[in-house]
């Protein structure tokens, strides 16, 4: 039988660059990836592990822990390494940076551990108008940093008065305090539906990586105007820059951008919110500060957040450089080019089915059948409508909406451009006689007359993000 050649560790790491080839280990394995790199999903941070073990990292981004991970390694190996040294290497094994993660209500359902990822069964999240903080979904990129209150600064920055260093305290006192009710979705909402189509990179959300919460505390434009906005620095600015105090291995901070218009505009709405569902925010939505940038991809409010810079440029960060991005059915690792394509902000019309389930079973002595959703679009443009089929898409019923729970009163409708917030609807209809299968199908209308698209092929694209076809589930009926 072929075997493969052992390597000393001191072989390994003469490999760390596309020119001398990028080498790293797993589990005693020797991979030369030189040619993997630049297919990466994760863009350019896998050359950290160059020259060296890939564990350290994995163990930080455990989205690798998963069988297509490893089976594209393996088509890698070159060798193996020395017994000796794969010793050192498992007596060196890191502290886990998750040990200070918070609790989590068991409900959820887990997309990933390590950074931890989560949304709720679809039937409990369409139960409630504002979603609570326990059932929101969440979407870390990294670990939940620890941070004090009492010594917590934001720190404001690139104005030409200088750096404005504000406490928890300052932003409480000093700047009028302002509640908006706004739902927030990842890009990567509904990506499983995609994920069927054809195998696209990313967690597996299925239709409930969105939420609507209460969210208070100070217009970013508010702190803009008092670190020294005004008619010279509109001359050059452009961008607002948010860091996290969310790190990775380099000590590089989770960060991303918005056009300076969003944030400055007082129709925009954009908040450094301190308070989610009127209480302190909680540790995973980003305590004690983070942005809702409403009307925009979750990617953009950026939580535990420590450093605004006001900029000429968009942010340079991979998120907003390399990720977050559409791209057309056509395009495939090997050709995409990032740069082609601008940062996705404001999002398409989103609608989905949360009860019943898919799969579900009726019984053939209701009379009646109840379908139930939620709709939202982003920009601030409002859902005007949403049509319900169940037939596949032959017939259309119009589907009544709601800004607010069951038998409560409703949120009072929003000014035009700024309506934040997601509808939830309802259509209670005949169940179809004789059909023993039916295809319950959803779509909503916005107040541009944007619609979603049919089907998920013309929209697919290879990172899964703005999946928002029709929606569509099957229900059998029995006897
Ligand atoms: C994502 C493969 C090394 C950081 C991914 C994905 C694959 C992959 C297939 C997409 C997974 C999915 O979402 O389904 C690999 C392989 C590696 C490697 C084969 C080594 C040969 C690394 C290293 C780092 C890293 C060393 C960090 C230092 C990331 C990040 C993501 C990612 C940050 C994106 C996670 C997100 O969606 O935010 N990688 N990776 N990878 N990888 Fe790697
Ligand atoms: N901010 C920081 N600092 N770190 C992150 O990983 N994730 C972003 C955004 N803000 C992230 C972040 C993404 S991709 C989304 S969809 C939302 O937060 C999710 O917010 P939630 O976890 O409160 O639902
Ligand atoms: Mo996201």
New binding site residues.
């Given amino acids: 039988s072929s075997r493969l050649p052992v390597f000393s560790h001191d072989e390994v790491t003469k490999h760390r660059s596309l020119e001398d080839g990028v080498w790293?280990t797993f589990k005693g394995g020797v991979?030369d990836?030189t040619e993997?790199v630049a297919m990466?999903?994760?863009?350019n941070?896998?050359l950290?592990?160059a020259g060296g073990a890939?564990e350290p990292?994995?163990a930080?981004?455990a989205?690798?822990d998963?069988d297509?991970?490893l089976e594209?390694?393996s088509q890698?190996k070159v060798g193996e390494l020395s017994p000796e040294d794969l010793k050192k290497q498992e007596d060196a094994k890191s502290l886990d940076p998750y040990s200070s993660d918070p609790e989590r209500h068991p409900v959820l359902r887990v997309k990933c551990k390590k950074p931890f990822n989560a949304e709720p069964p679809p039937e409990i999240l369409g139960d409630s108008y504002i979603t609570p903080h326990v059932l929101f979904f969440k979407r870390n990129?990294l670990s939940v940093p620890q941070v004090d209150p009492a010594s917590y600064r934001l720190n404001v920055e690139g104005f030409p008065g200088g750096a404005l260093s504000l406490s928890l305290e300052d932003l409480k006192t000093r700047f009028p305090k302002h509640t908006i009710i706004a739902t927030m979705q990842c890009a990567g909402n509904r990506r499983s539906e995609m994920n069927k189509v054809k195998r696209v990179?990313?967690?597996n959300w299925g239709i409930t990586a969105i939420g609507n919460a209460k969210w208070s505390g100070v217009r970013l434009r508010d702190v803009l105007l008092a670190a020294g906005f005004g008619p010279e620095v509109a001359k050059w600015a452009r961008h607002v820059h948010f860091e996290g105090l969310d790190k990775d291995?380099t000590g590089t901070a989770y960060g991303t951008s918005i056009p300076i218009n969003k944030a400055i505009s007082e129709e925009g709405d954009v908040l450094l919110a301190y308070e989610m569902n009127g209480e302190d925010i909680p540790s995973d939505h980003g305590f004690p500060v983070r942005v809702v940038v409403p009307g925009v991809v979750g990617a953009r409010s950026v939580k535990w957040l420590g450093r605004i810079v006001i900029s000429a440029e968009e942010s340079s960060s991979h998120w907003q450089q390399h990720?977050y991005k559409g791209f057309s059915p056509g395009t495939d690792w090997k050709k995409v080019d990032p740069k082609s394509a601008p940062a996705i902000q404001e999002l398409p019309v989103q609608s989905a089915i949360t009860v019943p389930a898919d799969g579900a079973v009726i019984d053939r002595s209701n009379e009646t059948l109840t379908v139930k959703g939620y709709a939202w679009s982003g920009g601030g443009r409002e859902v005007v409508r949403v049509d319900v089929s169940l037939d596949g898409g032959k017939t259309w019923q119009v589907a009544q909406l709601r800004s607010g729970d069951e038998g409560q009163p409703t949120e009072p409708s929003p000014p035009p451009g700024r309506a934040w917030a997601w509808k939830l609807w309802e259509l209670t209809a005949p169940l179809p006689p004789e059909a023993e299968e039916l295809e319950i199908i959803c779509k909503a209308v916005d107040n541009s007359y944007n619609v979603q698209p049919d089907t998920i092929p013309p929209i697919w694209n290879l990172r899964g993000l703005l999946s928002n076809a029709w929606h569509r589930v099957k229900v059998k009926v029995t006897e």
């Fill in positions: 790293v991979y990836i993997f990466h999903p994760g863009g941070k896998i950290l592990a890939l990292f994995w930080l981004y989205v690798h998963q297509h991970v594209i390694l890698y990129h990179n990313g967690l291995v990720d």
